[in-house]
């Protein structure tokens, strides 16, 4: 099975902004209908052990797909936007899916 999946881990103590940001970032992805290289899913957690601590967890149907997405200019504009609401540097983890059950 092909596949990519991206881990994001990061400290913010505005998660109600980060959560506008995302939806705004979405909207106007939606509307601009140009959804080529966009994840197949996204999920955003919080950490019950870790209080302001949050993954953004997002698959890819691939590695080059992924790299299109962050390629972007809006992807670019939203991660820099992303950052200055992060308490500190996010944390990446860039993953090769296996399997998926």
């Keep these: 099975m092909a596949g990519f999946v991206q881990i994001i881990g990061y400290e913010t103590s505005k998660p109600d902004e980060v959560h506008a940001l ?14 080529g290289s966009a994840p197949g899913s996204a999920m955003v957690c919080a950490d019950r052990d870790n209080p302001g601590h949050y993954f953004t967890i997002v ?24 950052m200055e609401l992060c ?13 998926k059950m």
């Design 22 to 35: 995302s939806e705004e970032y979405d909207k106007a992805r939606e509307a601009a209908g140009d959804g």
């Design 59 to 82: 698959e890819f149907a691939s590695a080059e797909a992924a790299m299109e997405n962050s390629a972007r200019a809006d992807t670019s504009e939203y991660a820099a936007k992303m």
């Design 87 to 99: 308490d500190g540097p996010p944390t990446f983890y860039n993953l090769d899916l296996l399997e």
